[in-house]
């Protein structure tokens, strides 16, 4: 009795690691082309302000001469860009440095370079063409708006299944068997040398990897917004993110900053009868610069240090540290006509939530801890890629000969508790994954399953082995 017992608990055991295979094969065939895209370009934007540093080298050894005032540099960046309003005055580096001044039309954001002395353009870049942040598109939307946002959201929960499952398959089941677990065995030819890098890379990575997936998700638009729609529920929201969500977003927020550029004066009666009364438009004086910019270069803030201009004539503007290790970030709100302090929101005194985002998007951004942060994240990045590599070699050895080569299933499992909360959680985290989860599960049921060619392809159904490919 004892051992009829076991052998049900064995064979229990097979039909659960079977599932949990296939399905870890199914997530790989999706994830692994994304995966393979969000590592390189990823690799690339954690070196951003090295990189960022290069490009803009012809523009920080300039003549010295007598300084102009940082009302005049906005002006001459606003004339460069006729039609422009002030988005963003950026506290130069150095006396020697050009002054970097972003103005906006409509959608569409400028980077002027203006020379501090002469106020001559040197150069005018629209911010979307920047290497670094065609790069940031690339990686976080495919430069294909929210529906690429989307995209690579659902690679990217994916990406988590991928791994969560990956540890269940290849985590030993008995401690003395860690050869091809922990590490490499290099003499056990050429099939068990890729399993073992896929299974020993994937073992040593994993963590770090599930951490990059899972500090990427607040940017996306469809998590984002999941998210701020938990925040609003729990009562835990802010005014505003310090990131942003999607494409759509961004683009919305640009033309507030346009609209904020001129304050509508109307008469007191406007609008109330249904009457239309005309407005007048006044645009903003950039004259407050010349007081902020000396108070801004006070505060020493972290680099690079923004000063925005109000949101209507008579508010507030903001003094900020942009800086990408974001614990670092301090926002100060300033009287423009006195240079008076009005409040002063350090990160400390931010939202538990949005504190512990910030701190997950630097050190996803490889800016939370230096060199040793960009060097990780590399290591996490080529990591993956390596996994994504010999998944397929490994697949390529296995296949046969007109499927797929997913692995047949051996009978329906009875889940236990741990693995059924595992995937409740995960269903829960990442509602694309579970949404998408479901579309597949119906193809599977109401199509894929009554066409038996497809079945047998897609390793749907046991048939009859078909011989491997030599």
Not at 218 to 241: C, D, E, H, M, N
Not at 350 to 368: F, Y
Not at 423 to 443: D, G, H, K, Q, R
């Amino acid at each position: 009795m004892a051992l009829d017992e076991f052998e049900r608990a064995e064979e229990q055991s097979r039909r659960v690691y079977r599932a949990v295979w296939r399905w870890h094969f199914y997530a790989g065939l999706f994830c692994i082309p994304l995966v393979i895209w969000l590592a390189c370009t990823g690799s690339i934007y954690l070196f951003k302000p090295q990189i960022e540093r290069w490009l803009d080298r012809p523009y920080d050894n300039l003549a010295t001469q007598a300084r102009a005032t940082p009302e005049q540099i906005a002006d001459a960046a606003i004339a460069a860009v006729p039609g422009s309003t002030l988005h963003t005055y950026e506290l130069s580096q150095s006396e020697t440095s050009a002054v970097q001044v972003i103005v906006g039309i409509g959608k569409e954001e400028y980077r002027v370079y203006v020379h501090p002395h002469t106020l001559q353009t040197l150069k005018i870049i629209n911010e979307d063409k920047r290497p670094m942040q065609i790069i940031f598109h690339l990686h976080g939307e495919l430069l294909a708006g929210d529906w690429g946002s989307h995209f690579v959201e659902l690679a990217a929960s994916w990406a988590i299944v991928l791994i969560v499952s990956g540890l269940y398959l290849w985590w030993p089941r008995q401690s003395a068997k860690l050869a091809g677990v922990i590490w490499i065995r290099l003499n056990h030819g050429s099939r068990t040398f890729w399993r073992d890098l896929h299974a020993v890379t994937g073992v040593w990575i994993s963590g770090f990897a599930l951490f990059l997936l899972l500090t990427g998700l607040p940017w996306a638009k469809g998590w984002g917004t999941y998210f701020k729609t938990i925040r609003q529920l729990t009562g835990t929201s802010v005014v505003r993110q310090d990131w942003s969500i999607g494409r759509s977003a961004e683009l919305e927020q640009r033309e507030a900053l346009n609209r904020s550029g001129l304050s509508v004066v109307e008469s007191e009666h406007s609008g109330h009868m249904g009457h239309t009364i005309s407005t007048m438009k006044v645009a903003h004086s950039n004259e407050p610069l010349n007081r902020l910019v000396p108070a801004a270069e006070k505060f020493r803030l972290a680099a690079p240090i923004l000063i925005l201009p109000a949101t209507r004539i008579d508010g507030a503007w903001t003094v900020k540290s942009d800086s990408q290790n974001r614990p670092l970030r301090t926002t100060i709100m300033m009287n423009p006509q006195t240079g008076r302090i009005l409040s002063r929101e350090d990160f400390a005194r931010r939202h538990l939530v949005d504190r512990i985002v910030g701190v997950g998007i630097a050190a996803h951004e490889g800016q939370l801890f230096g060199l040793a942060n960009q060097l990780l994240g590399l290591i996490t990045a080529m990591g993956l890629v390596t996994l994504c590599v010999s998944a397929v070699i490994l697949w390529w050895h296995r296949r046969r000969v007109g499927v797929l080569g997913a692995p047949l299933p051996i009978g329906t499992p009875r889940w236990s508790f741990v693995l059924v909360a595992v995937i409740f959680a995960l269903a829960l985290y990442l509602p694309a994954m579970t949404v998408s989860l479901a579309v597949v599960f119906l193809l599977e049921e109401l199509i894929f399953s009554r066409m038996p060619s497809v079945s047998r392809w897609l390793g749907l159904s046991v048939d009859p082995p078909c011989p491997r490919i030599r």
